[in-house]
């Protein structure tokens, strides 16, 4: 994996935790809004937050779509992270175990370790 590939699946997994959680924040404020207490509203301040974060989210994803050559279903499942409640945490630690991977299989080929 090149330093272009890596640094863009690493900007995609650290914006795809708070946008996970911005996600989750907006949700649960709505739902008191109108459930619980109809004066509370926190949805001016939150979804221009939630707005941003997931605006970069899609930036990042498409350009790490482009960079890593995922496979569509790959690129959809990482957008379908950005659209339900939490994803965000799924994809981070998907992404986190693909580089871990990526720094294994890495190290055994400059160590020359085959694959039996």
């Known amino acids: ?12 997994r650290l914006v795809s935790v708070p946008e996970g959680a911005s996600w989750i924040i907006l949700l649960v404020c709505t739902i008191i809004k109108y459930g619980v207490d109809k ?8 979804g221009p937050i ?6 970069f989210y899609v930036i990042f994803w498409l350009d790490a779509w482009n ?7 790959t690129g959809a499942l990482y957008f379908a992270y950005s659209i339900i409640p939490g994803g965000g945490f799924f994809a981070e630690r998907r992404l986190r175990r693909e ?3 990526a720094v294994i299989a890495s190290r055994a080929r400059k160590e020359g370790v085959v694959n039996a």
Request: zero cysteines; hydrophobic letters at 45%; charged letters at 30%.
């Open 39 to 46: 004066g509370f509203d926190a949805a001016p301040v939150l």
């Open 50 to 55: 939630h707005g941003v974060l997931f605006t």
């Open 99 to 101: 580089a871990e991977d």
């Open 67 to 73: 960079r890593a050559k995922w496979s569509k279903g």
């Open 1 to 12: 994996m090149d330093l272009k590939t890596a640094t863009a699946l690493r900007r995609l």
